[in-house]
């Protein structure tokens, strides 16, 4: 069996395209389609201060990476990482070393940013006193903290690693909830209002799978072991997640729709600011405060 493009064993089974390819071939496919988004979606432009959100997993790495090699080729924007430690002990202490280690190994200036500093303890100690779910908590906060530290540090774009495993599983969450407006903020560039207190958020990842992700970042050593945050199994999106193997046509029908959606949920959306900290949010007290007071109360 050989590489559908040259006589070099496969080292991936592209299943949706039903083709082997080796691992220069491979990376050609993979390095190729995210280029392409960053193009044909304008993720990137002139004079961009773009941050990555670094966790130190596969995706973030992989994608630090490849924005990395994209800055060297065509030197019109700025690069730098943003990283939030969460405090989740066991998990995050090693992948934020892995964050440093690669950050200082390729001249990357990394910004970190801990729940400990911003709200007052970290999130293993915040869910000892509370029973919301890990991530129902963990999702505001850390959204929260890449939104305001990102204007606070003048970058002009945020670019996560979420992948098209990611968005076909939220996409799913949303149907089921019967929440289409959510959805609407979705897409390759996140949001549906231009807004300058929200940063607007590229997902250079998005038409590629967790395999595919994982199979380059382990074939160019970006990572040598797997982790998994203790509580990603334990929420709703993993529910979901067990639900899903039509990844590819979820997002493709969901591309086709996504200009009407955001054409017509533009002008029902009305942004305030939230009366605590003056962050944007759709009510009065946006959900990261909410949460901050419940702690606060115990
Ligand atoms: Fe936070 Fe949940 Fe992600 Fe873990 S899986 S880092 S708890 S949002």
Redesign the pocket.
């Known amino acids: 069996m050989t590489c559908k493009n040259c006589l070099e064993k496969p080292v991936i089974n592209l299943i949706n395209n039903n083709i082997k390819l080796c691992k220069k071939h491979f990376n050609k496919y993979f390095e190729k389609k995210v280029f392409k988004t960053i193009k044909d979606y304008k993720l990137i432009g002139k004079n961009d201060k773009v941050a990555v959100g670094l966790s130190g997993g596969k995706f973030s790495l992989t994608l630090l990476s490849l924005l990395l090699k994209l800055k060297n080729k065509i030197k019109i924007f700025d690069l730098e990482a943003i990283a939030i430690d969460?405090g989740?002990k066991g998990y995050r202490d090693k992948t934020l070393d892995n964050a440093i280690k690669y950050c200082g190994e390729n001249n990357v200036r990394l910004n970190i940013f801990s729940y400990k500093e911003e709200f007052g303890n970290t999130?293993d100690n915040f869910l000892k006193k509370s029973s919301m779910k890990?991530?129902s908590m963990?999702?505001p906060f850390?959204r929260y903290l890449l939104n305001k530290k990102s204007k606070e540090l003048g970058f002009t774009k945020l670019a996560t690693g979420h992948n098209l495993d990611d968005e076909a599983q939220t996409i799913m969450m949303n149907y089921f909830r019967r929440n289409l407006e959510t959805s609407a903020r979705l897409g390759p560039i996140t949001g549906i209002l231009k807004d300058k207190r929200f940063i607007k958020r590229i997902k250079p990842l998005y038409f590629l799978t967790e395999k595919e992700i994982a199979t380059y970042a382990f074939l160019n050593n970006l990572i040598n072991e797997f982790s998994e945050?203790p509580?990603?199994s334990d929420?709703y999106r993993g529910d979901v997640r067990d639900f899903l193997n039509k990844k590819h046509s979820i997002i493709t029908s969901f591309i086709e729709i996504l200009p009407l959606l955001k054409e017509h949920f533009k002008n029902t959306l009305e942004l305030k600011n939230c009366k605590i900290c003056d962050e944007p949010c759709s009510q009065e007290i946006c959900q990261t405060c909410k949460i901050v007071e419940i702690l606060k109360k115990r």
């Open positions: 969460e989740i999130l890990a991530c963990c999702g850390r945050c509580h990603s929420s």
